[in-house]
C-alpha cells in the first residue's frame, strides 16, 4: 500500500493532497496566467506580473465565503421581517369612516331609516327626489351637531334643491326644509315655509315653532313672545289630534314648550326687544345655535 504525502494547503494550511484540498477547496495545481503565462501559487487571485485576474483563485481566507452567506442569510430574514410587519400592520389598520346620511333624531319614520352615523355615504344620484331631500337633510343635521359648517354650507343648497324637485310637501317636509334655511340664517324663506305651514293647516305647531324659532336667533322678543303663546294656545288641542310628525320631531316640540312656559313665568311681555336691533347679529342662527332647536 502506498501513502499519499499531504503537503500544507497554501490557502488554509491544512494538510492535503490531490489536486484540491479537502478542506477548503483550494487548487493544489500550479497555474499559469492566461495573459503573461507566469507561474502563478495556488493560492493566488492575480497574476504577480500582469496583474491580470488568476483563473480558479481560491479566496484566502475561507472564512469570508461563509460571512458572506451568513450575510446574505441574514439579509433575506429580515426583508421578510418588514414585509410581515407592514402587511399585518397595513391590514389591521381601521378604514376611514365616512359619516352616513343617517337620522339624528330631527326626523323618524320612514325618512330615519338609513344605515347609522358611520359607513360610506349612499350615492344618491340613483335616488328619487324624496330619498336625497331625506339622506341630505340627516346628513347636515349630523354636521350642525358636530357644528360643522362647511358642511352644513356645502350640502344645503343640495338638499334644498332637492326638496324644490319634490312631487307632494308635506308639513314635514316643508318643516325640514325650513330647519335648513335656518341652519344657514336664512330667515326669510324659513317664515314662509312657517307661513305656509299655518295657511294649510291653521295651529299647527310647527308653525310657530319655526316663528318662534327665528324670532329668538334676531333676537325679536315681541314676535317670539307672540309665537309662543300662540304655540302654547294650540298645545292642548294638536297634541291630542296625535299627528305622526309631532311624534318624530318630539324633543323638539318639548323643547319649544319649555322655553315658553319659562319666558310666560319671567313675565316678559317682549316690549325690550321688540325691533330685533340691540347689537345681536341676525346670522347667529348658523350652526350650533340652531342644531339642536327644531
Not at 207 to 230: C, H, P
Not at 249 to 268: I, N, S, V, Y
Not at 272 to 279: F, L, S
Request: hydrophobic share 35%; charged share 25%; net charge neutral.
Amino acid at each position: 500500500m502506498t501513502t499519499s504525502t499531504l503537503h500544507p494547503c497554501p490557502a488554509c494550511g491544512a494538510g492535503a493532497s490531490g489536486n484540491f484540498c479537502s478542506s477548503c477547496g483550494a487548487s493544489l495545481t500550479p497555474r499559469a496566467c492566461p495573459s503573461c503565462r507566469a507561474e502563478l501559487s495556488p493560492q493566488a487571485r492575480f497574476c504577480h506580473r500582469c496583474g491580470r485576474p488568476a483563473p480558479g483563485g481560491a479566496d484566502p481566507n475561507p472564512a469570508n465565503r461563509s460571512d458572506r452567506i451568513a450575510w446574505a442569510v441574514a439579509g433575506a430574514l429580515c426583508v421578510l421581517l418588514v414585509g410581515g410587519i407592514v402587511y399585518k400592520v397595513s391590514s389591521s389598520a381601521p378604514q376611514p369612516v365616512a359619516p352616513d346620511m343617517a337620522n339624528t333624531g330631527a326626523a323618524g319614520g320612514d325618512r330615519g331609516t338609513a344605515q347609522g352615523a358611520s359607513g360610506p355615504a349612499p350615492d344618491i344620484s340613483t335616488m328619487t327626489p324624496q330619498e336625497r331631500f331625506d339622506r341630505l337633510f340627516n346628513r347636515i343635521m349630523q354636521a350642525a351637531e358636530r357644528g360643522d359648517s362647511v358642511e352644513v354650507e356645502r350640502f344645503t343648497p343640495m338638499a334644498l334643491g332637492a326638496y324644490q324637485q319634490l312631487d307632494s310637501r308635506d308639513v314635514d317636509a316643508r318643516y325640514h326644509a325650513a330647519v335648513l334655511h335656518l341652519q344657514v340664517g336664512d330667515f326669510a324663506p324659513a317664515l314662509a315655509l312657517a307661513d305656509s305651514i299655518l295657511t294649510e293647516s291653521p295651529g299647527h305647531l310647527f308653525g310657530y315653532l319655526i316663528r318662534g324659532t327665528v324670532a329668538r336667533l334676531q333676537n325679536n322678543r315681541a314676535a317670539q313672545a307672540q309665537a309662543e303663546r300662540d304655540f302654547l294656545a294650540h298645545y292642548a288641542p294638536e297634541t291630542a289630534a296625535k299627528r305622526v310628525e309631532y311624534l318624530e320631531h318630539q324633543p323638539a316640540l318639548d323643547e319649544f314648550r319649555r322655553e315658553a312656559e319659562r319666558t310666560g313665568k319671567d313675565g316678559k311681555d317682549g316690549k325690550d326687544g321688540k325691533d330685533g336691533k340691540d347689537g345681536k347679529d341676525e346670522k347667529d342662527g348658523k350652526v350650533g345655535s340652531q342644531a339642536n332647536h327644531p
